[in-house]
């Protein structure tokens, strides 16, 4: 070392002038001469003057004879504090090291929170070591000022030579220390940066997996949302929910391409991870692409079958408006020639207006739309090619008549328009082609054209059938646009609670009379289209058939009162806008007309010569019973305080209100008795099995909500009922004395009419009661002789 004591070369021993002090040096040098002879030599001196022929007086302190300036206690502080100094300089390198290590080998984390946390500890900690370099600095910047004096140039040569080896030592230190300081800083900013990219790269990962899940969901929802549709409505709705996805589209391509563009600014600051940022930005930018064409692709499927569709809807609408121009062209003004010229330009002018619906070219439609066609589309369209070609065969016959008639100047045999391939569907109740509903032209045979008319006009219009002040229109409508959608799992988040799992309370069996119509009854029809006189004989064919609509009616008040809580819904207003109805449902469950009734009254007016008259004539007797048995059911349903089973009372067969008087006793009564007494108003119930008394109570509600209800009061059985059909005094009093006249009740019916129809009913109840009596009688007796035959022959 170039500090005190460096190498010894030579041990100087200046002895004591005491004599005591030099015997006891003496001494101990002997005992120790050994260790300094093996290692240095040893001059031992007498006197302060001796030394100085070894050493010069300037590099002696003055004790010693010498001139040097020195001071112990400050050597030692300068000693200490350079010692000091180095082992700080140590530590200092040391604490450096150790930091340097934590950040090579700690794990960075996963969540972007605790990367910016470490982050700012680590700088923290940095700044922390930054403040102990400095502090060390100028620590040592100040010990090495204190070797440097003012006046140094005055001092000697030996003075200058001798101060160099500390301050040589203290400048090495600090030296070191700025080496670490340059090296430290230069690797805390690339670790820096690298923290900072690392976490710029982990932002971007994250939106760039944001924005990716996003759109390959949006993707999701455009492959599940069809590219075809049914009918214009569906379409149309699925462009808006496509219109909806492709605005949520633009957005997310917006935001890619924010996380596109931040990709490049990191890849233009040459960040570590450059390949992978690339990688994704051309990863997402390859996704929009995708999302943008599929979007674009299916709008322009959807547009063009909307298109097709809108052909299609145009055509069927064109056949429409043909058939409703044939059925109005009233045929008894067209049997003259003005008549027939004018009904013939008025077919004229609507095939012409209407030429590019009823000349529709089905192979070149088909081609033009062949990316678009789909199994059902083409049924559709086949199915409407077979309409047009069955309207204009129409259009063709008619023609045909009237051409014939303005050349013969004769009347003709009536006109017959020819039957299409596809059944007919009704046409609205206003019989007109804004309602949407297809109809088709019958004809009828020539000679009875009243008649005619009303066969065609059980077709042209929809079919119906009376049910006393209601009628039901049999309609697919509400089958298929409103009960199925209940079933629909896109279309239940809209159905109120209440509907849950009771679209039979609602509906009835209106799928059963559907079926009934569409399947049966419609067919018998339509084999009446040459023959009209049979339409009497489909009616009597069918006539139990007709009692489905007793049960349909009974749950009428059920139905309504589940109408009434929920018919403000958003379910049924979706339904009705898909539909593209101006009514509701309830238009279309119970229409108030009695028109089967009344086109059978119209049938047998101008029907008096023909065959088939009295088969008509039953046939309305029996639409007339129907009728009343469904009024009479509809009343029933509304009896209250019965504690027993009505049903298994019998079947209703009439009922209505009365005045009565009640007698409660043994013997005739005595009708002046009676006549003491104010009546009692009752509504009477007769069944098959008993005759029920009610007291009718007043009716409530509005419009078609006004309903009556009947309280309970008591019965009769039938098996014990007797009748007294004159009464002194009115003739429109009849007697009903129950078990041996125990309970008499005068009767008085509002006419007299009236009072026939019932004895009527119950001598009919009371002679099946003697017949079944008469029957078991006889069974017993013809029991009874077999049994006393095989006695006789058994004791024989």
Known sequence: MASFPGNLHLVMVLRPTGFFQRTFTDIGF?????????????????????????????????????????????????????ESFALTVKDIAQMLQCFGTELAEAELPEDMFCIERLLALRTERYLQLKEEITAVTKEGKLLLSSFEEPDSGECSQEQQQERPGDWETVNRLLGQ?????????GFWEKHQLKMEQYLQLWKFEQSFQEVKSAIEFLMGQQAELPDTGDSVPQVKQRLKELESLDGLAQELIGKAQVVILHGHQLAANHHYALNLIC?????????????????????????????????????????????????????????????????LQDIERFLESSSSYLNYDPQALQDDFESVLTPELKCQLQAVQGKLDSVRSMFESRQCCFRRLLDKHVRPVQLVAPRPETPPRAKSPLFSPKHGKTSCTYGFPAGNSKAGDHIESLFMSPFHLPLGRWQLSVSPFPLQGYRAEMDNPAMLILLPPVLRNRK?????????????????????LESCLGAPERVGCCFLDRREDFQMYEKYCQNKPRSESLWRQCSESSFFQECQRKLEHKLGLDSYLLKPVQFVVFQLEELLKYSTSCDGVQELQEALVAMLDLLKSVNDSMHQISITGYDGDLSELGKVLMQGSFSVWAGHRKGPTKMKDLARFKPMQRHLFLYEKALVFCKKREEHGDGYDKTSSYSFKHFLKMNAVGITENVKGDHRKFEIWYSGREEVYVVQAQTVDLKMAWLNEIRKILFKQQELIKGTFAQFLCGFHSAAEAFLLAHC
């Open 30 to 82: 002997r005992f120790s001469q050994e260790d300094f002879l093996l290692k240095l030599p040893v001059v031992m001196l007498s006197s302060v003057s001796d030394l100085l022929t070894y050493i010069e007086e300037q590099q002696l302190t003055p004790e010693l004879g010498g001139t040097l300036e020195y001071c112990h206690s400050e050597w030692v502080i300068f000693r200490t504090a350079i």
């Open 279 to 343: 990688q994704q930005c051309n990863e997402l930018r390859h996704h929009c692409d995708l999302l943008a064409e599929h979007g674009k692709r299916k709008q322009l499927h959807l547009q063009r079958t909307l298109e097709l569709h809108t052909r299609l809807q145009q055509a069927l609408q064109c056949c429409d408006e043909g058939a409703y121009l044939l059925a109005n062209q009233q045929m008894d003004k067209c049997q003259s020639k003005e008549g027939a010229q004018k009904a």
């Open 504 to 524: 039979d309370v609602l509906f009835g069996n209106m799928p059963e009379i559907y079926d009934f119509h569409n399947k049966i009854f419609l067919h018998s």
């Open 177 to 185: 220390l700025r080496e670490m300081e340059t090296a430290f800083d």
